[in-house]
Each structure stands twice: as structure tokens, then as C-alpha cells.
């Protein structure tokens, strides 16, 4: 009971697209579909949904391909972000609803219990083009939603939120999951993806470059980090004399450090108090989402505009 | 396999909402108010000519030396000029021309020169007894006018004649004779002869019928398209097209707008028509008997509007999945007008191919041709049902071939509304058009 994104290749004119990608997210789960812009995440998505047609390979659900599935299989959240702007909002949430199949009564009384929920009830007769750009996302995210979908595919959901938008839908996506939905989602944000995410796939130029559960990444690269708080007059300038540790980042009260192979973290605490030094934090943890993705694509995921036909 | 989605219901709830959004906007409603009463102001505007006309008395000045040959021509004159329509009370109809002797020429000419006369009819006895009836107007005559006066000096000089008989001849008072036209060469419709106020009536609604669809191709047309355009601009588009099929989508879209505009149309165009076909009992019921001057409309048969209806509504539909196609191409609704002007100019060649047939009563080799090739036969071939006979195998061939063009035209507008689509935000060429319309499945 699974998503399979089956060996996939896609190619427009002499560019590849996606070349032979692999992943699978199991049913019920939270997925990242982490990759720079052009990476081809959002023409993975549209085969899935059938806008486009696969070259090679298959996408399926459940053992069966998606273009033998009902649309109403899939909520989608495009990238390109739209709503009819002189439609009420009530009335454009129940008209998506009722091209997925759901009948218009239920995706009424659906549609008004999610806006009360978003903290916008007062819209729902109001015009889309009255709506803040948050507002507007908040609307897309319920038309993705209220045809009750098993697969979710959010293209960058999160982008441009506000915290207070994007707790109320971090909320809805465990929410979801919990629903027994499958949610596979874009983003540029590692640190979202590293908090919600079981899994993630990294694509970098149509191919799979990492995937599987975070941890097992985390693990399986091997890497070190030890962050460390000290106070003192010799300050923290001397961690980067240290044989085998990296400074990777210094902040007021934190230090986060990488240890190379052949050197213990005990070495570093005993380095400090041997400094003069007063530690007052000591933490031994495994490298970030956003480490682990630019180990594996070479820039950050908010880096590079390569932008392909898609 | 690829995904086959039926067409309804997904079409009939994108056609319905197309169709509410428009009839329900307030531009539509004020639009369809202000359209449909100029429509009815002109097709009830020939009922006011005639009521001003009635009330306008026209004055003409009958000179002559002999007084009692100027006595004589007023009642000849007045006898044709005024001559009341049956069914008026003569006791309180007013004569629309008022005759007057007026001794002295000069002042008739005077007067003419004035506009205090629209006429003046001058009446002289030539030396060998030949009665010279001159009649004098400014500018161009009417020729109904000029004809009733021409009848008048026969008239005339018939009761001249007549007058200089023996006092014991047995004869009656002089008579305006009746006058009818025909034509030796006239139309027949089914074995029966069509008037010739017939052909000018059927001519007339013909040219209305293609003026109408010509218009509505183009307005209606520009409305299909700028809804497939503004869904690009407001990026809906991609959210939609992962909802329903392109297919489903582009004929709800069509049906939809096409049936706002269809219906602002019946809006305007019945009233208008009935106003037209109704003009007489109109007038009648306005403007007493002496109102009714002849139904405009004639020989407007129910096979004619069926025709109409047919050839509109294939026409239109043709055109609404070309205008479709036109708005994929586009992202915003502003970079239409330099595309859709080409379209326009396609529905414009068979507007104007048309209209000869109207005039000429049937057209030559390239008419019959026009009214089967598919852009321009909606147009052609229901100029040649109204003024003429059409063998029916030639409507049905037309309408084969008509229905065909909409399918194919329909089939290349949802590949290119779905290439649109994937290539929104780009700036695309035709070839990667085609290219991205090739490659949708």
C-alpha cells in the first residue's frame, strides 16, 4: 500500500527532465520531495496526476498505475498558486469539490468547517481578489482537500506563509496523516521537511541523488556534529585550531562543530576545559536536512534557477 | 493506457458555472438591458417615421392660368395623393398632402424656394391644346410621388378631355385606375412564385441573420477566449486541469459562455424580430388603420429559422473552439486582440461572401463552393436558404462537413488549451506549441 514513483523518465526535446527516478512513500506517511528549482519535482507531480505522460517507467498507487486512477485519487496544491478572483470563495471551494466528484452539499458544510478552522469563515462569500495572498494559499490548500484524496501532492505548500498560517497548516498535514492520507510535499524549507517528514527523496536534476527516512540518511552519512557552549576569556577562535574539527557555524552562545574521522568529542570537551574555558552546553547530534542536501546536490535546495520545460 | 474521463458531469458543472458567472455579472445584465431596447428602438423606428409622417401635412401649390383646369387638377391630385388606406374613418383621417391653387408663379416658385411648398405643379395648356404638367421639387423627387403625380396628369388630361364632350355623352366620372408590378422573371419557392416583396423581405432578414451571427461570432467568440485566457492569468488553469480532463473542460467552457452569449442574443434579437414580424399590428394598434404600410417581414417560414438556429449555433460553435484555442495560446487576456484579429478577418470573408448572395439572389460558382467549406458556410449557405432553393442534399453536405470541421477544430483546441497549460509562463513559438500540444496524451 504505497505510492511508487517507478524508474521514471521524462525528457523534453534534448533536455531530461526526470532520468530513471525511484522512490516509494508507504500510505499514511509525510514525504519531502526535496530539490533545487528545476530538479523536476513539479513534472514528477504532473505525472502523477496525469498531465503528463511518463517516457519510461510508471507511477503507481496501490499496485495500480496512475492512469488507470480516478483524478479524485489525488489533491493537488500547484505551485502556480490560482483562484477565480471574482468568485466567492465558497463557491469556487464547492465547484473544485464537485469536478473531484464529491456532491455539493457535503463539500459545502466541509468547505465552511475548514475555513472556520483556517480562522477565515468571514471570506467565504467574499471574492478571492479581496483575500491576502496567505488567505488565498489557505483556500487552494482546502480546494486540494475537500474531495478527501488518498495522496496529497503539494507543490512548495509553505512558501510565503506567516508562522502563525504555517503552524495552522502544519496542523492540517499531521492532521491528514493521521487520517490515513499520504502527503508528499515540495519545499525549499529543510528545516519544515526535517520537522514534519519521516522520509524524503533529494532530487537533483531529474534524478534521485538520497531518499528513505531521514534517520537512516542522517546515519548513513556518517557525519558528526557537537555543539558546544562555552564561557571564558579565551572565547571560542582556538575550536578551529583543533586537529580534525570544522567550524560550521558560530552563533552567541553555540558553537556547532563537525568532527572529522579519528577524533572523539571527548577530545573536544577536554580541549576546552583545558582552554580555561567554562562549557556550559555540550551536545553530540547528527547532521541537519539542510547538510545532508547539500552534501548530495552541492548548493542549497534555494540555490540555482535552472528552469526546465516543466 | 491513458485515463479516459467521460465528459459529463464534469462538462455540464464547468458549463454552468461559465454560465452563471456571466449572466449573473452586472456588465451582462446592463449590456443585455441596453442592447435589447436600441435592438427594439430600431425595429420599432419605421412605426415612428410613419406616425411623424402622419402627422406631417405636406403642402403642394398647383399653378396654372386656367383657373378651372387648376380647380380640376386639385381634385385629381388629391383624389391619388390622398387617398385614405382601408379601415381609416374617413371623417377624422388627416390628409397627408394639402393642395393649394396659387395664381401667381412667382410666389409659388417663391415659396418653393422657401420650403413653404414641397411641390409645385405647374399646369399649362400648350398651343395645340396638349396639356404641360410640370412638377417642381427641390432636390430629388420621390418616385412614388413623382409616379401618382404622372398618373394624376393623365388623369388630367383625360377629364380635360372629357369635359370638352357634348353634354349628352354617357359617360362616367373619371377614376383613378389601379396599378400593380410583377415581374415577368420572378423567383418560385416549391412551384409557388415568391412577390417580389417576398425576395426583399427574405433579403432583408437575411442580411439581419448574417449581420447578427457575424456580430455574435465575433463578441461571443472574444468571450470564450478571454475566459480560457483570464484562467491563465489568474493561474487557475493548472489547479483546473488536474481536476477535469482538458476535454471536458474546453466544451463545458464553450457550451457555457456560448450559452450566456446565446442567450443575451435571444434577449436582443427576439424581441427585436417580433417587433419586426409584429410591425403592422403594432402600428394598427398605435397608429389607427392609416399606420399600416405593408408587413416588412414576409415569407419567413419555420424551415428558414430552423436553418437559421442550425446554421448559427454549428457556426458559432466552430468559431467559439477556434477562439478557444486562440486564448491557450496567450497568458494574458491583453495579448489577445493581435490574435484574434486574423480570426475576425476569417469570419468577416464569409460575412462579406454572404452578402452578395443576399443581394444578387443566389450568387455565382464561388458561393456555392463558400457555402460548403466550413469557415465560411454557416454564412453562405444560410444566404443562399433565404433568397433562394437549395437542392437538400447540398444543406446536408454542408452540415457533414460543417459538423466534421467542429470535431477536428474541437480535438486541435483541447491539445492546445492542455500545451497551454504546461507551457504557462513561458513565452512559447508556434513550435513549441505544437511540440508540448504533440506530447499530451
Same mark, same amino acid.
Given at each position: 500500500m504505497s505510492l511508487e514513483v517507478d524508474r521514471v523518465t521524462k525528457r523534453f526535446g534534448h533536455v531530461t527532465a526526470l532520468d530513471r527516478l525511484e522512490f516509494a512513500v508507504p500510505r499514511g506517511a509525510i514525504f519531502g520531495f526535496l530539490g533545487a528549482n528545476g530538479a523536476g519535482k513539479t513534472t514528477t507531480m504532473r505525472i502523477c496526476l496525469g498531465i503528463l505522460e511518463a517516457d519510461e517507467g510508471a507511477v503507481r498507487w496501490n499496485g495500480a498505475p496512475s492512469t488507470e486512477l480516478s483524478r479524485s485519487t489525488w489533491g493537488y496544491l500547484p505551485e502556480e498558486r490560482g483562484l477565480y478572483p471574482r468568485l466567492p470563495v465558497l463557491d469556487q471551494l464547492v465547484y473544485f469539490a464537485q469536478l473531484y466528484g464529491a456532491p455539493a452539499d457535503r463539500a459545502r458544510s466541509e468547505a465552511m468547517r475548514w475555513l472556520v478552522r483556517f480562522r477565515i469563515p468571514e471570506y467565504a462569500n467574499r471574492r478571492a481578489e479581496e483575500l491576502s495572498k496567505g488567505n488565498q494559499q489557505k483556500v487552494q490548500f482546502i480546494a486540494a482537500i475537500l474531495h478527501e484524496p488518498d495522496v496529497l501532492l503539494m507543490d512548495?505548500?509553505?512558501?510565503?506563509?506567516?508562522?502563525?498560517?504555517l503552524a495552522l497548516l502544519r496542523e492540517a498535514f499531521l492532521e491528514l496523516r493521521d487520517q490515513g492520507r499520504t502527503v508528499v510535499f515540495s519545499t525549499h524549507q529543510m528545516e519544515l521537511a526535517e520537522a514534519m517528514c519521516e522520509s524524503v527523496a533529494i532530487?537533483?536534476?531529474?534524478?534521485?541523488? =538520497? /531518499?528513505?527516512?531521514?534517520? %537512516?540518511?542522517?546515519?548513513?552519512?556518517?557525519? +558528526?556534529?557537537?555543539?558546544?557552549?562555552?564561557?571564558?576569556? =579565551? /572565547?571560542?577562535?582556538?575550536? %578551529?585550531?583543533?586537529?580534525?574539527?570544522?567550524? +560550521?557555524?558560530?552563533?552567541?552562545?553555540?558553537?556547532?562543530?563537525?568532527?572529522?574521522?579519528?577524533?572523539?568529542?571527548?577530545?573536544?570537551?577536554?580541549a576546552a576545559v583545558a582552554n580555561g574555558s567554562t562549557v556550559t552546553h555540550f551536545e553530540l547530534d547528527e547532521p541537519s536536512l539542510e547538510t545532508l542536501f547539500i552534501d548530495h546536490v552541492g548548493r542549497p535546495a534555494d540555490d540555482g534557477e535552472r528552469t526546465l520545460a516543466s | 493506457m491513458a485515463r479516459s474521463d467521460p465528459l459529463l458531469p464534469n462538462a455540464a458543472i464547468v458549463a454552468q458555472r461559465e454560465y452563471r458567472d456571466r449572466v449573473r455579472s452586472r456588465l451582462y445584465l446592463v449590456s443585455t438591458v441596453i442592447l435589447a431596447v436600441l435592438a427594439l428602438g430600431v425595429a420599432l423606428a419605421p412605426i415612428a417615421a410613419r406616425y411623424l409622417d402622419s402627422r406631417s401635412v405636406t403642402q403642394l401649390a398647383i399653378v396654372s392660368s386656367d383657373a378651372a383646369l387648376a380647380e380640376r387638377a386639385v381634385g385629381v391630385v388629391d383624389a391619388l395623393l390622398n387617398n385614405p388606406p382601408q379601415g381609416v374613418d374617413e371623417a377624422t383621417w388627416q390628409k397627408p398632402f394639402q393642395l393649394g391653387v396659387v395664381g401667381d408663379p412667382?410666389?409659388?416658385?417663391?415659396?418653393?424656394?422657401?420650403?413653404?411648398?414641397a411641390g409645385v405643379i405647374r399646369i399649362e395648356r400648350q398651343d395645340d391644346g396638349r396639356l404641360h404638367v410640370t412638377f417642381r421639387t427641390p432636390g430629388v423627387a420621390d418616385a412614388t410621388r413623382a409616379q401618382l403625380i404622372g398618373f394624376a396628369a393623365i388623369g388630367l388630361a383625360v377629364l380635360d378631355w372629357t369635359a370638352n364632350l357634348p353634354d349628352d355623352a354617357q359617360l362616367d366620372p373619371f377614376q383613378a385606375p389601379?396599378?400593380?408590378?410583377?415581374?415577368?422573371?420572378?423567383?418560385?419557392?416549391?412551384?409557388?412564385p415568391v412577390s417580389q416583396q417576398e425576395i426583399a423581405s427574405r433579403g432583408f432578414v437575411g442580411t439581419v441573420f448574417i449581420v447578427l451571427m457575424f456580430l455574435s461570432i465575433l463578441i461571443y467568440g472574444m468571450w470564450v477566449a478571454?475566459?480560457?485566457?483570464?484562467?491563465?492569468?489568474?493561474?487557475?488553469?493548472?489547479?483546473?486541469?488536474?481536476?477535469?480532463?482538458?476535454?471536458?473542460?474546453?466544451?463545458?467552457?464553450?457550451?457555457?459562455?456560448?450559452?450566456a452569449g446565446l442567450t443575451q442574443y435571444v434577449a436582443i434579437a427576439v424581441p427585436a424580430l417580433l417587433a419586426l414580424a409584429l410591425q403592422d399590428r403594432i402600428a394598427q394598434v398605435l397608429l389607427g388603420p392609416g399606420g399600416v404600410a405593408g408587413a416588412p417581414i414576409t415569407g419567413l417560414t419555420g424551415q428558414l429559422l430552423l436553418a437559421y438556429g442550425t446554421f448559427f449555433l454549428l457556426g458559432f460553435t466552430l468559431y467559439a473552439f477556434v477562439?478557444?484555442?486562440?486564448?491557450?495560446?496567450?497568458?494574458?487576456?491583453?495579448?489577445?486582440?493581435?490574435?484574434?484579429?486574423?480570426?475576425?478577418?476569417?469570419?468577416m470573408v464569409g460575412y462579406l461572401g454572404a452578402l452578395p448572395i443576399l443581394l444578387t439572389g443566389g450568387g455565382g460558382g464561388i458561393a456555392r463552393l463558400m457555402s460548403f467549406l466550413p469557415p465560411f458556410s454557416p454564412f453562405a449557405m444560410?444566404?443562399?436558404?433565404?433568397?433562394?432553393?437549395?437542392?437538400?442534399?447540398?444543406?446536408?453536405?454542408?452540415?457533414?462537413?460543417?459538423?466534421?470541421?467542429?470535431?477536428?477544430?474541437?480535438?486541435?483546441?483541447?491539445?492546445?488549451?492542455?500545451?497551454?497549460v504546461l507551457l504557462y509562463g513561458q513565452r512559447p513559438g508556434l513550435r513549441d506549441f505544437v511540440a508540448a500540444a504533440t506530447r499530451i496524451r
Open positions: 512548495e505548500p509553505f512558501t510565503g506563509l506567516d508562522p502563525v498560517n532530487v537533483d536534476r531529474g534524478r534521485l541523488v =538520497a /531518499g528513505g527516512p531521514i534517520r %537512516d540518511l542522517k546515519r548513513a552519512s556518517g557525519r +558528526r556534529i557537537v555543539r558546544i557552549g562555552l564561557n571564558g576569556t =579565551a /572565547g571560542t577562535g582556538w575550536l %578551529d585550531t583543533l586537529p580534525g574539527v570544522i567550524v +560550521r557555524s558560530s552563533g552567541v552562545d553555540r558553537t556547532e562543530l563537525e568532527l572529522t574521522d579519528g577524533i572523539e568529542p571527548a577530545a573536544v570537551l577536554a | 412667382t410666389r409659388a416658385e417663391a415659396g418653393l424656394a422657401k420650403g413653404s411648398y389601379q396599378f400593380d408590378l410583377e415581374s415577368s422573371t420572378a423567383s418560385t419557392a416549391e412551384g409557388r478571454t475566459g480560457v485566457a483570464a484562467e491563465k492569468s489568474s493561474r487557475v488553469m493548472e489547479l483546473m486541469i488536474s481536476a477535469a480532463s482538458p476535454r471536458q473542460l474546453v466544451i463545458g467552457k464553450v457550451a457555457g459562455i456560448g450559452g477562439y478557444a484555442a486562440v486564448g491557450s495560446f496567450v497568458n494574458r487576456p491583453d495579448d489577445l486582440q493581435t490574435l484574434a484579429l486574423p480570426l475576425s478577418l476569417l469570419a444560410l444566404a443562399r436558404l433565404m433568397v433562394g432553393h437549395v437542392p437538400p442534399w447540398e444543406v446536408a453536405l454542408s452540415l457533414v462537413l460543417l459538423v466534421s470541421s467542429i470535431v477536428i477544430v474541437a480535438a486541435a483546441a483541447i491539445r492546445i488549451y492542455s500545451a497551454g
